[in-house]
């Protein structure tokens, strides 16, 4: 069974920082892309950060610059380290797993709230 697991979500003051790890379970997924997603109550879920099996990353605009994807194939594990955190970042955020790097994303966590306290 796939799983995908988020934590190191928390409450952090605007300018600080937080690391999310994803662990993934259930398969190999070095020749995954992996990506991030956040939703905030009464929003659409968002695109964070997307991190292809060959290391190349991509971000949305509003993340440049402070968010940074990396991941860990032996760890079977995806890292979105956060900086400079707004209070506008608040959301819940998801890791997700797709079967390759050009494929739909087929798996999803539950989920880890983020909230930034100004």
């Known amino acids: 069974q796939v799983q995908l697991v988020e934590s190191g979500g928390g409450l952090v003051q605007a300018g600080g920082s937080l690391r999310l790890s994803c662990a993934a379970s259930?398969?190999?997924?070095?020749?995954?892309?992996m990506g991030w997603f956040r939703k905030a109550p009464g929003k659409e879920r968002e695109f964070v950060a997307a991190m292809w099996s060959g290391g190349n990353t991509f971000y949305a605009d509003s993340m440049k610059g402070r968010f940074t994807i990396s991941r860990d194939n032996a760890k079977n594990t995806v890292y979105l380290q956060m900086n400079s955190l707004k209070p506008e970042d608040t959301a819940v955020y998801y890791c997700?797993?797709?079967?390759?790097?050009?494929?739909?994303?087929?798996?999803w966590g539950q989920g880890t709230q983020v909230t930034v306290s100004s």
């Open positions: 997700a797993a797709s079967l390759s790097d050009y494929t739909a994303y087929t798996n």
């Open positions: 259930g398969r190999t997924f070095s020749n995954s892309r």
